[in-house]
T-cell receptor, first 113, second 116 residues
Framework: QKEVEQNSGPLSVPEGAIASLNCTYS??????FFWYRQYSGKSPELIMF????GDKEDGRFTAQLNKASQYVSLLIRDSQPSDSATYLC?????????????FGTGTRLTIIP | DTGVSQDPRHKITKRGQNVTFRCDPI?????LYWYRQTLGQGPEFLTY????????KSRLLSDRFSAERPKGSFSTLEIQRTEQGDSAMYLC??????????????FGPGTRLLVL
């Protein structure tokens, strides 16, 4: 089992709809979880992080964490064409220790105008 | 622009040559990470520093790779005797290790290496 798993996509969503991106992780000790956005040919850009069970909202983005199910998701409301990118889920393996990130392969999201 | 800079942005070299990349982190950040990313994959951890100390190296980092952060500020990553399999995007990230709470890493623009 991979440490961090994401559906590679592509995921196509109509403009204005909600895009839902999912990520599962294997290390039960992980405490914080990160979502990065990466445009083609560019470096990853931090969107959100979450470390408490439940939802965390920031503008059009909502991160959801369920530690019991080892599952973290990212919802993008009112999707815009500029949201078309690859979304990377990243998890450090230890709680507040070495914070090297283990990334999933990313989900490629396309917003259809 | 996150404030992390990398140089060069692109490098084309011939197999067997040595290359060196530089990363300048956000000035108040005490941690610096190197990752490598190939097409269709997420970034993979290579090594990281806290101040000038190199605290961990991935098994991915063969003996041909060496990294330094001599004064706890900028870092260099050197690849000796490059191979075609070294072709990738090399990403640098920096962070500030807080007393508590999540540590967030900010990435530079990357150095894209092509080994011919």
């Amino acid at each position: 089992q991979k440490e961090v798993e994401q559906n590679s996509g592509p995921l196509s969503v109509p403009e204005g709809a909600i895009a839902s991106l999912n990520c599962t992780y294997s290390d039960r000790g992980s405490q914080s979880f990160f979502w990065y956005r990466q445009y083609s040919g560019k470096s990853p850009e931090l969107i959100m992080f979450i470390y408490s069970n439940g939802d965390k909202e920031d503008g059009r983005f909502t991160a959801q964490l369920n530690k019991a199910s080892q599952y973290v998701s990212l919802l993008i409301r009112d999707s815009q064409p500029s949201d078309s990118a690859t979304y990377l889920c990243a998890v450090p393996p230890y709680a507040f220790g070495n914070e090297k990130l283990t990334f999933g392969t990313g989900t490629r999201l396309t917003i259809i105008p | 622009d996150t404030g992390v800079s990398q140089d060069p942005r692109h490098k084309i070299t011939k197999r067997g040559q040595n290359v060196t990349f530089r990363c300048d982190p956000i000035s108040e950040h005490n941690r610096l990470y190197w990752y490598r990313q190939t097409l269709g994959q997420g970034p993979e951890f290579l090594t990281y520093f806290q101040n000038e100390a190199q605290l961990e190296k991935s098994r991915l980092l063969s003996d041909r790779f060496s990294a330094e952060r001599p004064k706890g500020s900028f870092s260099t990553l050197e690849i000796q005797r490059t191979e075609q399999g070294d072709s990738a995007m090399y990403l640098c990230a920096s962070s500030f290790r807080p007393g508590q709470g999540a540590e967030t890493q900010y990435f530079g623009p990357g150095t894209r290496l092509l080994v011919l």
